[in-house]
């Protein structure tokens, strides 16, 4: 048990679907972040969040939509992904950014788009 | 910018000593980083390197060496359990304060 937890763990959707990806975390964290991770690739960073705030964007595609109502839950909104876009989504979280080294896990979503 | 090189696969047998190596191309960085992936699961933080040097945790340990921009996690007395995907980041010290991930060395553990 690391202290992360992501819902769904398995989403299948259509190219013109919404959904939402979540994340909670319950270590008293103040950053929190979005990977992508595909197959024999590094984990990609997507998103950053320190305390509620977006300070990292790493050109992601506007398909992708974060959000961070409050310092415990992060979100990832999906609309009209692509084929491309089927991969494990991770979410991460830290003491802050000062402590970016050591960052805790979710277990993943694993999203396929159809 | 940043990249991490490592191995794609080791394989090696229970009890031995294995050494997963990471070299990397950085402009500057605060530290390396070693994370654990088993199939399926989270990836778990293993160890942190600040400095040159070894740092030894248990079984596993971890070396960084800035001038030959190279670093190493050592893992002895392997168990079967050790198998699993081992990656090496890095923290960079401008721009961006993000970790930077290789690719991931897989290790299987033979009986």
């Known amino acids: 048990e690391t202290g992360v937890t992501q819902t769904p763990r398995h989403l299948v959707m259509g190219m013109t679907n919404k959904k939402s990806l979540k994340c909670e975390q319950h270590?008293?964290?103040?950053?929190m972040y979005w990977y992508k991770q595909s197959a024999k690739k590094p984990l990609e960073l997507m998103f950053v969040?320190?305390?509620?705030?977006?300070?990292e964007n790493n050109s992601v595609p506007s398909r992708f939509s974060p959000e961070c109502p409050n310092s415990s839950h992060l979100f990832l909104h999906l609309h009209t992904l692509q084929p491309e876009d089927s991969a494990l989504y991770l979410c991460?979280?830290?003491?802050?950014?000062?402590?970016?080294?050591?960052?805790?896990f979710g277990p993943g979503t694993r999203l396929t788009v159809l | 910018g940043q990249s991490l090189e490592q191995p794609s696969e080791v394989t090696a047998v229970e009890g031995a000593i294995v050494q997963i190596n990471c070299t990397y191309q950085?402009?500057?960085?605060?530290?390396l980083s070693w994370y654990q992936q088993h199939d399926g699961g989270a990836p778990t933080f293993l160890s942190y390197?600040?400095?040159?040097g070894l740092e030894e945790t248990g079984r596993f340990s971890s070396f960084l060496s800035r001038s030959d921009s190279y670093g190493y996690l050592l893992l002895q007395e392997l168990q079967m359990k050790d198998s699993a995907s081992y990656f090496c980041?890095?923290?960079?010290?401008?721009?961006?304060?993000?970790?930077?991930f290789g690719s991931g060395t897989r290790l299987q553990v033979q009986p």
């Open positions: 390197n600040a400095l040159d």
């Open positions: 980041a890095v923290l960079p010290d401008t721009g961006r304060r993000a970790l930077t």
């Open positions: 969040y320190s305390l509620e705030e977006r300070v």
């Open positions: 950085t402009s500057g960085f605060y530290g």
């Open positions: 270590l008293g964290h103040n950053a």
């Open positions: 991460a979280s830290s003491h802050g950014r000062d402590s970016t080294f050591e960052q805790f």
